[in-house]
């Protein structure tokens, strides 16, 4: 019976819950799994959370983990430089998505270019995760803000968010600047949970029609969604300057800058097993390991780019 | 005096295990206090001034009340009934009344989702047509509050009303009085230290449930929820303050309504 | 008038059988019987409190079988009082009242009047539990009389006290129920109680009413073996009926010939019964008027207080009952050789 | 039949309030388990096969088996004292065996965090020091749940003690028998039908303890902990699964053992 | 031998005051109190149950005040009996024989010996719950004297029993005291039971004993009016001592004079006792050595069963007890004119 397997080393990887299905889910070949047949004396432990939950609980918590695996790469030199890491790598990107299913009001209506008019119709539920716990909801923010720019529609914003929540936005020396309060106070129209994973139960059961998700999620659990133009989803590295005009002020005081979406992993200083946590990151940027994340609709950045400190096991593996 | 203790040699033993036990309980919750009250009492200062905190403890008390509330205007009656009445299956319908105490948190808490999810709900879709959300909303708090912390007050007063000689009853109806007013004056009154004692479980369950809550309502966020979110995004300095501010407060509630229900002119037997 | 017809009930494990019994307006009546006999569930059913699955029960010419207790007008005293322990004396005697609409005025008078009668005005502010037993059951009592039932059903109201205020208390029944001209049924396990109270009997056992009469029928000519050791009737010897003759019978034992008033036919076997208070006890053979006279030895004395019962071999096995006195006038010891003697009439012959 | 309904309209009344409750439980957990079977019974049936899922179960009922198992040996002679003695500030100590009930589970997740982790915990230290870790590790797990759990036992068995005459124990004395053989043969064979009781709401509860376990423990993973995270990776259909097969294992448990404590010959006097 | 030495003991709400008692050995004591006397306090006092805050309790010349009750050798049996309900019969008895570390066949032996003793081997696999009264008090006795010990304790072990069964048992216990010279405590009521079974009996009230003596001293004799009144003498009249010569003492009641035994002194107020059964009731004046004789006039017949209790007016209030057969033999109503005779040694003057 496994109560620990005190035998086996165990590796704490600490990653944000849309990374659970390529890493740990129930699929025949996952990063743990497949790692763990790698190293038989290994067992990898994986542990989920926003992604801001996921480094606070190495940083606030005390928590020691031997992988940290973020949605927002930018997170790591925000929150952990200097003292928990000084190096991470990026090791695949992301898109956003509206997320829907088949029995989703509207569903056979709503497309790319008309997406915000449904979402403003008032018997149409939607949602979108923790701005202040995870990326997915910050970014959330971004793409109605950027939505405003690029469909020249002024109200797509409040419409959709500050009239529904407590989240403001406002116009700064060309910025928008986007506060999210600790309270977020969402109406009966939109639904505000923990992480972007937890929305596909509403959008399963029904209770939500459309759900902010990134790529990789909604096409993991099989769901239907709108793709949106590149100049709003936060893919691509071409629009950065684009993207870079929004930014989310936390309930935290943390502010999140537009940026593409993109993965970024370390191990931090006070591991308990940093070797082990090497070869972990090692084997995701792998082509193994990429193959994994291609598998699962998260497309890796090959190859894996490195920043900072970057330790020498890794360094023929990265670019920088 | 040691011929004494050699004399009582067990109860000795008894007390010093039974000390344990009740040394970890109070260690464990003083370590706390202790801890926030001496290290960092500007923590617990500010937590108490935080409005959404302030919002989110009423919210927790105020849904609790709500859920004993109705645990009480429906289960009371119930009681009356276990303790009054013999019938085919009531040995069933206590069993069931016990379930929720068995049920692990979170798989009532995917249960309660079940039932009460907006769309497809078998409860929560006609009450939405007659525009009750339940889903991330205070209805839907304190049907999940409701479930875990029912049977608490049941099967209390049950007790209550089964240490209430059903022969004082008998006598007051044939002193005229109704069904109605014989339970209205004779038996409430004489199982209401009972009944109390089990409103303020109930409520303390209510208050202190987490598991059943946050499946279906992660918003308006119950104070045992905000408390988690702190913890994970900012650790143990942040929502320590909430933790010892909230048991504080369950404590103050408890300690006064037990004193209180001690008070009570103790006409029952036991 | 309390009219009970053929009522029956069953609960899980005891059933109350076809029981028939009238009580007749004004009457004293008391339910004699063992511990478990169904007594305290046969008053319950007559207050309303279960309904019969069989029968009905009348009172004062109506059906009132289906009829809730709070309408039936029955004053109903438990064994333990039943007094609620959450009110005070006072306000448990006006809680029937008070469901009646009547003017407070009216209310302060009876209350006043009630607790004047049964001697507890002083109590009027005190809780059930500082009273003492026989204080409960006055309170009881009031609070039962106040709301002027026609019936009143006491069930063992003395068994809980003591000797001295179990006699008092008996007195007190007895003053209020002449005085408020009350339908009395009266629960006991007490033959003395009964005795001393009952204007009739009925005797119950194991659920239902084996016999109902005077005391003095009860008590002289029980109708069987059961309800004979049950009130007391010591001497139960069997015998033969060697002659009978419009009612003079004689009855041998061993070879000893009773004399005794009954129908039995010549021949049949028979259980003769005699209480121990009807035998007397003389020093030698005297004349009197009892037909039964036997000499014997005492085999044993045993004191019952104020009474010794005496046992004596008189050929068979006899019990008297003597006062204390009289046993130290005769002298009497284990050993001594006596005269019993008993008339015919006080014979009863099962 | 009609008639007989208006006599008794207050119980009809009250039988009505009262099914609505016992519906309310029936329905929430039927309805989950119903869904689950008919419109998804492959999954039930792959969950039983996952050995994680499994694994999880088999920890969160060995836990609870240890926590209850502690608590009975440090509970149940303090019950006994407390059923049989009085003492200054025993009102005291009965509080603070009900405090666990009242605290906020999370709350006392966070105290418990505070006193058994690893680094500065006043008890964690010590015992990490001892090579027992609790953060993350069983011995925490069992903790937690022992803290939630005891007051459970410890009412029920001190009720159980109650019931037992004293006098019972004196004969026994007089009897030849020490205070402890006295203990053994009658005392605690009287209260056992209790402390059964107790020990199966002890072991439920602490099965289903979530709030407080998961502050200290986040790995390994107890069931509802797991439950929780596939619910949160991946939503309800594979959640409701895992909920199904643990609300069926704790209610065969439950079942069996309240039909052992039913048929344990009832000579205790209620 | 057991001595009680000045024991006192402290409860929260009752107290046990300054007990002084001495228990020969092989006798049976009868502690003789009304309910909450805390009669029940002392025996467990006795049996070590509790230890007393001062004082001392030796028995057979051994100070046994700290002693563990386990070492005692005392046997008890409780009011309601106390068997251990989840035992059959057979392993209640054995219970403290099994403790004894004896070879298995001695106990099998005892246990034989010591059923068919009380007559209860039939019932050896049965549950307690599943015995009537008697044979629950036979079993809890079994218990208790199978153990052999010095001492026996038993806390009113007929009170719970119908009168028929309590007169039976009564016989039992004298048998077994007998048989096995038991120093034998026996806690009670009732005065009657205190009369039929005791050697001496210490009247206890309030938590003290206020009077130790013969049955005869406690019932004729009482030490106060406290007393007289819980043993039955119904008669307590006041008077005022005319003279008194050498015990020969007349007393005036009104204008009545009696004579009476007694060292009062002359002029002082007192208080007589007579006991109910100690007058005489005869429908004429006859010559008797009774001393004192009064005619009156009868005011009530109070029924008791077997007995009569006459209310008789002469000057002063008296009460008498009378057999049935006699009240009938004398033809004795309410308004009756009777005279009453009582010796001088009847009267006990306080
Ligand atoms: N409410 C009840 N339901 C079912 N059975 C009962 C109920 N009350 C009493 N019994 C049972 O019915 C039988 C008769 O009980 P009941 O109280 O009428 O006897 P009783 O003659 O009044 O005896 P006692 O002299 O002891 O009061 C007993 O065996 C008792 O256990
Ligand atoms: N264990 C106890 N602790 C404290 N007080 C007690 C205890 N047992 C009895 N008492 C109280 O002490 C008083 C005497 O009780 P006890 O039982 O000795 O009376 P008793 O003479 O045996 O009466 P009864 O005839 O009713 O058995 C009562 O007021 C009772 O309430
Ligand atoms: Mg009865
Ligand atoms: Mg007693």
Not at chain 1, 203 to 227: C, D, I, P, R, T
Not at chain 2, 85 to 105: A, M, Q, R, W, Y
Not at chain 3, 179 to 201: N, S
Request: with cysteine; net charge negative; aromatic share 8%.
């Amino acid at each position: 019976i496994d109560v620990g397997t005190p035998q086996k080393v165990e590796l704490k990887v600490f990653h944000a819950g849309s990374l659970a299905v390529p890493f740990g889910g129930q699929g025949n070949v996952t990063m743990e799994k497949a790692f763990e047949e790698k190293y038989p004396n290994v067992d990898v432990r994986l542990e989920s959370a926003g992604s801001v939950a996921t480094i606070r609980k190495v940083t606030d918590v005390g928590k020691t983990a031997d992988v940290v695996a973020v949605a927002d790469y930018s997170l790591i030199p925000k929150l952990m430089y200097p003292e928990y890491t000084d190096w991470h790598v990026m090791f695949a990107n992301n898109k956003m998505v509206l997320a829907y299913t088949n029995q989703s009001r509207y569903a056979n209506e709503i497309n790319q270019d008309n997406w915000y008019e449904i979402l403003r119709r008032p018997d149409v539920k939607f949602g979108f995760s923790n701005p202040n716990t995870d990326p997915c909801g910050y970014r959330s923010q971004m793409v109605c803000q950027l939505a405003e720019l690029h469909y020249n529609d002024s109200k797509i914003f409040d419409d959709l968010i500050a009239n529904n929540t407590a989240i403001t936005g406002r116009l700064e020396n060309n910025t928008y600047i986007i506060t999210v309060p600790d309270d977020i106070s969402p109406s009966q129209r939109v639904s505000v949970r923990d992480k972007s994973v937890t929305l596909v139960t509403g959008l399963e059961a029904g209770g939500l029609n459309y759900a902010f998700e990134y790529q990789s999620v909604a096409k993991q659990h099989g769901l239907m969604f709108v793709e949106l133009p590149s100049q709003i989803d936060l893919s691509s590295v071409d629009y950065a300057d684009t993207y870079k005009k929004v930014q989310v002020v936390q309930a935290s005081g943390e502010a999140a800058t537009g940026s593409p979406i993109v993965y970024g992993m370390t191990v931090p200083k006070n591991a308990d097993h940093p070797e082990l946590g090497l070869k972990f990151v090692e084997f995701v940027i792998s082509s193994e390991g990429q193959d994994i994340m291609e598998s699962y609709g998260q497309p890796p950045i090959v190859p894996a780019v490195g920043s900072g400190n970057v330790p020498e096991e890794l360094a023929n593996a990265v670019a920088s | 005096m040691i011929e004494k203790i050699k004399r009582e040699r067990m109860l000795v033993a008894f007390t010093l295990l039974g000390f344990l036990i009740i040394a970890f309980i109070v260690v464990t919750l003083g370590n706390m206090l202790a801890t926030q009250v001496i290290q960092d009492l500007g923590g617990l200062i500010k937590v108490t001034q935080d409005p959404v905190v302030l919002n989110s403890i009423w919210l927790s008390m105020y849904t609790a009340f709500l859920a004993t509330l109705v645990a009480f205007i429906f289960g009371v009656p119930l009681a009356y009934i276990l303790a009054r009445k013999e019938f085919l299956g009531k040995s069933l319908i206590e069993s069931i009344v016990d379930v929720p105490v068995v049920v692990p948190h979170t798989a009532a808490g995917i249960a309660l989702y079940t039932v009460f999810m907006h769309h497809g709900g078998l409860i929560g879709a006609p009450l939405s047509s007659l525009n009750i959300v339940c889903e991330d909303a205070v209805p839907g708090i304190v049907f999940a509050m409701l479930f875990v912390s029912a049977p608490f007050l049941i099967n209390s007063a049950r007790d209550g009303f089964k240490s209430v000689d059903p022969r004082l009853e008998n006598v007051a109806r044939s002193l005229g009085a109704s069904q109605w007013h014989t339970f209205c004056k004779i038996s409430f009154p004489l199982a209401f230290r009972h009944i109390l004692t089990g409103s303020i479980l109930s409520w303390a369950r209510a208050i202190s449930e987490f598991g059943a809550v946050i499946f279906l309502v992660s918003w308006p966020r119950i104070a045992p929820l905000l408390m988690y979110e702190r913890f994970e995004s900012y650790g143990l300095s942040t929502s320590r303050p909430i933790a010892v501010l909230l048991i504080f407060i369950c404590l103050t509630v408890f300690i006064f309504l037990r004193l209180a229900s001690m008070r009570w002119q103790r006409h029952d037997s036991d | 008038m309390i009219a009970i017809k053929g009522v029956s009930k069953n609960w899980r494990e005891f059933s109350l059988k076809n029981i028939d019994l009238e009580v007749r307006k004004g009457e004293y009546f008391v339910i004699l019987g063992p511990t478990a006999a169904g007594k305290t569930l046969l008053l319950e059913l007559i207050a309303g409190f279960y309904k019969p699955d069989h029968g009905e029960i009348w009172v004062n010419d109506k059906n009132v079988t289906r009829m809730p207790p709070e309408k039936m007008g029955i004053g109903f005293v438990y064994q333990d009082y039943s007094l609620f322990p959450h009110l005070t004396v006072k306000e448990n005697i006006e809680f029937g009242l008070k469901l009646k609409k009547m003017p407070k005025e009216d209310v302060e008078k009876k209350l006043k009047e009630v607790m004047k009668m049964l001697d507890i005005s002083h109590l009027s502010h005190r809780y059930p539990r500082t009273l003492s037993g026989g204080e409960q059951q006055r309170v009881a009592i009031a609070r039962g009389i106040v709301i002027e039932p026609s019936i009143m059903l006491l069930d063992e109201p003395l068994s809980a006290l003591d000797t001295r205020t179990q006699i008092r208390l008996r007195e007190e029944l007895r003053r209020v129920h002449r005085g408020a001209k009350l339908t009395t049924i009266h629960v006991t396990h007490d033959q003395t109680e009964a005795m001393a109270l009952a204007d009739r009997i009925g005797v119950m056992m194991d659920g239902e009413i084996v016999q109902t009469g005077t005391p003095e029928e009860i008590f002289h000519s029980p109708i069987d073996e059961g309800v004979a050791e049950f009130v007391g009737v010591e001497n139960i010897i069997e015998g033969i009926v060697e002659s009978s003759e419009e009612g003079a019978t004689t009855i041998r034992i061993n070879d000893h010939i009773i004399e005794a008033i009954s129908s039995a036919e010549a021949g049949s076997r028979v259980r003769i019964c005699l209480r121990p208070e009807s035998i007397t006890i003389a020093p030698s053979k005297t004349t009197s008027s009892a037909r039964n006279t036997f000499s014997g030895t005492i085999t044993q004395l045993v004191p019952l207080g104020a009474t010794y019962r005496v046992e004596i071999d008189c050929g068979f096995p006899l019990v008297a009952l003597i006062t204390k006195t009289s046993m130290e006038d005769l002298g009497l010891r284990a050993g001594k050789k006596v005269c019993t003697s008993f008339k015919a009439s006080s014979v009863h012959v099962l």
